[in-house]
């Protein structure tokens, strides 16, 4: 009866022991809030978004068992950016996820603990939200996008137009970050023997006055810089591009897909699923100040040669056989 009973308790402790180990192995993450603050309309900035998100879901992650997303617009106001930063931080999230130079320093006023990945910043070291792109040093991390494609744009531009003589930028003069782009313009668009032209909007309720202005100065080419306000307008600009048969192109992500004759970048959504998987690392334990600034791995060239035959333009051979990608 004795040695039954041994038995008996001796079966009952091993099947908790192992209902425990059971447990242990199967043992959800943490659940995590992760902050997402983006400085355009949800409408223009959707794909990056859901980009990082599904990365996110690739990784492991399941929203409402291990992670929370709590998503915030600026909707391309500048000036509200602050406040929606200390209203994220307010709810002590464990990363908080951005984009561009604006946002990421109302995030990093905001705090100087929490980790910040942004998924796109142009001069990160320069701007003081890193110390070094090796070795961000702070709360702050992120993919790189160089600036200087803008410049290599104007030298495509003249390839792919070698007639075209005007070359405009549209300017949103109220983000901070467009003196940037517009600084080494004149300079690069005369060294290819463009005339440049400056158009300058405070906002998208002027893109009626710009493109009358654009049509007044008989501007050949129009260039889009990447700005909050134009990726987030996108394709209103490129419909009024094309009702004015005046070529548009640039290095903001989509903008041969949307109409334009061609763009020159990286790829958008490709740079937000490389930012999840710095919030992955952040999420697991890693230090964002020993995490190194991320270089772009892609630039694709892609030509939209349908809009150009509906504008009536010829693109150099050489252009097309440059091309990553033709848009027939």
Not at 118 to 123: C, L, N, R, S, V
Not at 195 to 209: K, M, S, T, W, Y
Request: glycine share 8%.
């Amino acid at each position: 009866m004795k040695r039954r009973a041994v038995l008996l308790l001796f079966a009952s402790g091993a099947w908790i022991l192992a209902g425990a180990t059971y447990s242990l192995a199967q043992a959800p993450r943490p659940f995590r809030r992760i902050a997402v603050l983006l400085p355009g309309t949800e409408a223009g900035f959707r794909s990056r978004f859901d980009a990082f998100r599904g990365e996110l879901k690739n990784l492991g992650y399941v929203e409402g068992r291990d992670i929370l997303i709590d998503v915030r617009w600026a909707d391309d106001r500048t000036e509200r950016l602050v406040s929606l930063a200390a209203e994220v931080v307010s709810h002590n999230p464990a990363v908080i996820l951005t984009a561009g130079s604006a946002a990421v320093a109302a995030c990093q006023k905001a705090t100087s603990t929490i980790p910040i990945v942004f998924a796109t910043a142009g001069i990160p070291v320069e701007q003081g939200f890193v110390k070094s792109l090796r070795r961000p040093g702070g709360n702050i991390t992120g993919i790189l996008v160089h600036l200087d494609l803008n410049q290599k744009m104007v030298e495509i531009t003249r390839q792919a137009l070698p007639n075209a003589r005007r070359l405009a930028m549209l300017i949103h003069e109220t983000d901070p970050v467009h003196k940037f782009f517009l600084e080494p313009f004149g300079p690069t668009a005369r060294q290819f023997d463009f005339e440049p032209l400056i158009v300058r909007v405070g906002g998208a309720e002027e893109f009626d006055r710009a493109f009358r202005e654009l049509v007044e100065r008989k501007a050949d080419v129009l260039m889009l810089p990447s700005l909050v306000l134009i990726a987030s307008h996108l394709s209103q600009l490129v419909e009024r591009a094309l009702k004015s048969k005046l070529p548009v192109l640039g290095t903001v992500n989509g903008i041969a897909e949307a109409g334009g004759l061609l763009s020159y970048g990286t790829v958008a959504e490709e740079n937000y699923r490389r930012a999840a998987a710095l919030v992955d690392k952040i999420l697991r334990g890693a230090n964002p100040a020993e995490i190194p600034v991320e270089q772009p791995e892609r630039f694709q060239l892609v030509v939209n040669m349908k809009t150009a035959k509906a504008i009536g333009v010829t693109l150099s051979k050489v252009t097309l056989l440059r091309a990553d990608r033709v848009i027939e």
